[in-house]
C-alpha cells in the first residue's frame, strides 16, 4: 500500500510540475520568444564575423601575392632592359624606371591589417625586400644619404618582424639573414656576422629543416673570403728554349727567301749575229843563220 501510495504521489508532483510549466510559458511566452531571437541573433553574428574574416584574410592573402607578383615583374623587367636597351619592349623602363613605391605602400597596408598573423609578418618582409631592392634594380643614381635612408627603413622593418612573430621560423631566418646583408652593405663585416651566428644557433630548434642555417653559413664563406689574407702566386718561369742544331731551322724561324736571277729575256732571233773583228796575222821573221851568229 505505501508504495503504490508513493506512486500516486510523484506522479501528482510531476503532473503538478507539467502544469505549472505550462502556466509559466504561457505567461512569460514573450520573454521566451524574445531569448531565443537573442540567442540566434548572437549565433548569426559570430557566423557572420568569422566568415567575414576568413575572407578578408583570403582577399588580404591574394592581395600580398599579387604585390610580389608585381615586385618581382618590375626586377625582371629591368633586368631585360640592362640587358637590351635597344628592345622596343624595354623602351618603356627608360622613362618609368624602377619604381616600387606603388607596391611598398600597399606592402604597409597589408602589414598593418595582418599586424596580429602571420600574414603581417609576411607582408612586412615582402616590403622589406622591396625597398631593398631599389638598390639593386634601380636605374636612377642615388647619393650615400639616400642608400642609408633604405637601409635604414629595411633595418627597421625586419627588426618590427622579429618583435612581431619571435616564433615564426620563416620570418626569424629572413628577418636575421636580411640584417646581415644590410650590414653587409654598410661595410660592417662584424655585425653581419653576429646575425649569421644567430641564424646558425638556431639551426637544431626553431630553425631546424629550413634553409636559413645553410644561407647563413654561405655568408659567413663569403666574409671570411673578403677578410681573410690575400694569397698571392710567384710569377711562374720563363719556359726554356733549346738552341737548334746548326744547319737547322728552328720553328720560330721562318726560312730564308730564295733569291732567285730574274729571267733572261731571249734574244732576238732576227738580230744579225755580232763577229769579233778580224786581225792581221803577224808575219814571221825568218831566223838568222848560225854561221853569222858566230861572225858576229
Same mark, same amino acid.
Given at each position: ?9 510523484? $506522479? ?11 502556466e509559466?510559458?504561457?505567461?512569460n ?9 537573442i540567442i540566434?541573433?548572437?549565433i548569426? %553574428?559570430v ?8 575572407q ?23 633586368v631585360?632592359?640592362?640587358q ?11 622613362? $618609368? ?9 600597399? !606592402?604597409k597596408q ?8 602571420? !600574414?603581417g609578418a ?5 616590403e ?13 643614381p642615388m ?7 633604405? !637601409?635604414?627603413q $629595411? ?20 628577418a ?13 663585416i662584424e655585425?653581419?656576422?653576429?646575425q ?6 638556431l639551426k637544431d ?11 647563413a ?11 681573410g ?8 718561369? %720563363? ?7 746548326s744547319g737547322? %731551322? ?12 730574274p729571267?733572261?729575256?731571249?734574244a ?7 763577229v ?6 803577224v808575219?814571221?821573221?825568218p ?8 861572225q858576229?
Amino acid at each position: 500500500m505505501k508504495s503504490e501510495e508513493r506512486h500516486k504521489l510523484k $506522479t501528482n508532483e510531476l503532473a503538478d510540475s507539467l502544469v505549472s510549466l505550462r502556466e509559466w510559458v504561457k505567461n512569460n511566452a514573450s520573454q521566451i520568444v524574445g531569448g531565443v531571437m537573442i540567442i540566434a541573433a548572437i549565433i548569426i %553574428a559570430v557566423q557572420w564575423w568569422f566568415n567575414t574574416r576568413v575572407q578578408g584574410t583570403q582577399h588580404n592573402a591574394v592581395n600580398l601575392q599579387q604585390q610580389i607578383m608585381n615586385v618581382e615583374r618590375l626586377q625582371w623587367n629591368a633586368v631585360a632592359q640592362a640587358q637590351d636597351p635597344e628592345a622596343e619592349k624595354n623602351a618603356a623602363l627608360l622613362t $618609368t624606371g624602377y619604381n616600387v613605391q606603388a607596391e611598398v605602400d600597399s !606592402l604597409k597596408q597589408l602589414a598593418k591589417k595582418g599586424a596580429k598573423a602571420g !600574414l603581417g609578418a609576411t607582408a612586412l618582409l615582402a616590403e622589406a625586400d622591396a625597398l631593398r631592392s631599389r638598390l639593386l634594380y634601380s636605374t636612377e643614381p642615388m647619393d650615400a644619404a639616400e642608400k642609408e635612408d633604405i !637601409l635604414s627603413q $629595411t633595418a627597421q622593418i625586419y627588426e618590427q618582424v622579429l618583435k612581431q612573430a619571435p616564433d615564426m621560423a620563416m620570418a626569424v631566418g629572413q628577418a636575421h639573414v636580411g640584417l646581415g646583408l644590410i650590414a653587409e652593405d654598410r661595410g660592417d663585416i662584424e655585425a653581419a656576422r653576429q646575425q649569421y651566428e644567430i641564424v646558425i644557433s638556431l639551426k637544431d630548434s626553431l630553425l631546424a629543416g629550413t634553409a636559413w642555417p645553410g644561407r647563413a653559413q654561405q655568408r659567413l664563406r663569403v666574409l671570411d673570403d673578403i677578410t681573410g689574407p690575400l694569397i698571392t702566386f710567384p710569377d711562374a718561369p %720563363a719556359p726554356e728554349t733549346a738552341e737548334p742544331a746548326s744547319g737547322a %731551322a728552328t720553328p720560330l724561324e721562318e726560312p730564308a727567301a730564295q733569291t732567285t736571277a730574274p729571267p733572261v729575256e731571249p734574244a732576238d732571233k732576227t738580230a744579225e749575229p755580232t763577229v769579233p773583228p778580224q786581225t792581221e796575222p803577224v808575219p814571221a821573221q825568218p831566223a838568222q843563220p848560225a854561221e853569222m851568229n858566230e861572225q858576229g
